[in-house]
């Protein structure tokens, strides 16, 4: 079945320490999403990639990093920089160029530090 | 630049009721708009989208959602609501760079 894969779904970091979501996708999409998700605050864009070896900042990247080696991956690493990192990650994928489709997300990993 | 917002972060319902989900839109093109939902710890699933042509859009589980272009609005309503659908719903815009932005939500509550 086509779709997009998070891992883990549960995630504990110390303070101080970098961590690194998966996002795999087999639904042949060129771009793929990151979004941070607080209570009460929606979606926010943290980064996404249209093109394999190319990513932009979205809204919130600051002490975030990611890569885009392979069209099938998108992985976030959350770094010591990022002051506040107890959230819920949601990756997703869409395809590129066509306004009227929609985006496809993953079950998403909830990130506590401890 | 693109933007929705979302009026009532909670709404409750008893079950059985209309359930109305507002949204408004701001957009310099055409705006592409969509409604999402998502039960706790998961993903966000597609409900319904706007795209052009019909203005009433119907979507999955009874949902569906009128595009006013003259209120700016793109409300989300269910005739009868039903205990499976508390969850939290999101509006959302793709922009002129093919991002998604969201509202920050609104969580139905369904009384029974």
């Known amino acids: 079945d086509g779709g997009i894969t998070q891992s883990p779904k549960y995630l504990f970091r110390k303070e101080g320490q970098n961590v690194t979501l998966s996002c795999e996708q087999n639904?042949?999409?060129?771009?793929m999403y990151w979004y941070r998700q607080d209570p009460g605050q929606g979606l926010r864009l943290i980064y996404y990639s249209q093109i394999v070896n190319d990513f932009q900042k979205g809204d919130i990247a600051e002490g975030y990093s990611v890569s885009r080696e392979k069209k099938e991956s998108f992985p976030l690493t959350v770094t010591s920089a990022q002051k506040n990192p107890t959230a819920f990650y949601l990756c997703a994928s869409s395809i590129v160029g066509v306004r009227n489709t929609e985006a496809f997300f993953g079950q998403g990993t909830r990130l506590t530090v401890v | 630049a693109q933007s929705v917002t979302q009026l009532g972060s909670h709404v409750s319902v008893s079950e059985g009721a209309l359930v109305l989900l507002r949204c408004n839109y701001s957009s310099s093109v055409p705006p592409y708009l969509f409604w999402y939902v998502q039960y706790p710890n998961q993903g966000l699933q597609l409900l319904l989208k706007?795209?052009?042509?019909?203005?009433l859009v119907k979507g999955i589980n009874g949902f569906e959602a009128e595009f006013k272009k003259s209120e700016t609005s793109f409300h989300l309503t269910k005739p009868s609501a039903h205990m499976s659908d508390a969850a939290e719903y999101f509006c959302?815009?793709?922009?002129?760079?093919?991002?998604?932005?969201f509202g920050s939500g609104t969580r139905l509550l369904v009384r029974p």
């Open positions: 639904l042949n999409h060129d771009a």
């Open positions: 959302a815009v793709m922009d002129s760079s093919y991002k998604l932005i």
């Open positions: 706007y795209t052009t042509g019909a203005t």
